[in-house]
Nanobody, 116 residues
Framework: QVQVEESGGGFVQPGESLRLSCLVS????????VGWFRQAPGKQREMVAQ???????RYADSVMGRFTISSDIGKNTVYLQMDNLNSEDTAAYYC??????????WGQGTQVTVSA
């Protein structure tokens, strides 16, 4: 059974950085895709970044150049490095693991708050 767990959220001031981690257990990083999503209260959930098992990446226009998604295969972990954060980045961030055998598996979320 695949499980997903996010960590690394917190409270930061504008211009600072955070790195989120997504630990995937119960499977390997073979033929997978992992996406980071975020959702603020009262707003729709949006895709932030995605990475495939071959290392291909995609980013939302709003975070292009500021966020970087990467993976550590040995640790079954996907990271989201978030630089130059601003108030619009405040949201709950969720990790989603996708594979043909498991479908979509979501983590519980981690809160990111950016405020002066």
């Amino acid at each position: 059974q695949v499980q997903v767990e996010e960590s690394g959220g917190g409270f930061v001031q504008p211009g600072e950085s955070l790195r989120l981690s997504c630990l995937v257990s119960g499977t390997s990083f073979d033929q997978f895709a992992v996406g980071w999503f975020r959702q603020a209260p009262g707003k729709q959930r949006e895709m932030v970044a995605q990475i495939g098992f071959l290392g291909t990446t995609r980013y939302a226009d709003s975070v292009m150049g500021r966020f970087t998604i990467s993976s550590d295969i040995g640790k079954n972990t996907v990271y989201l490095q978030m630089d130059n954060l601003n108030s619009e980045d405040t949201a709950a961030y969720y990790c989603k693991y996708t594979a043909s055998s498991s479908g979509d598996v979501w983590g519980q979320g981690t809160q990111v708050t950016v405020s002066a």
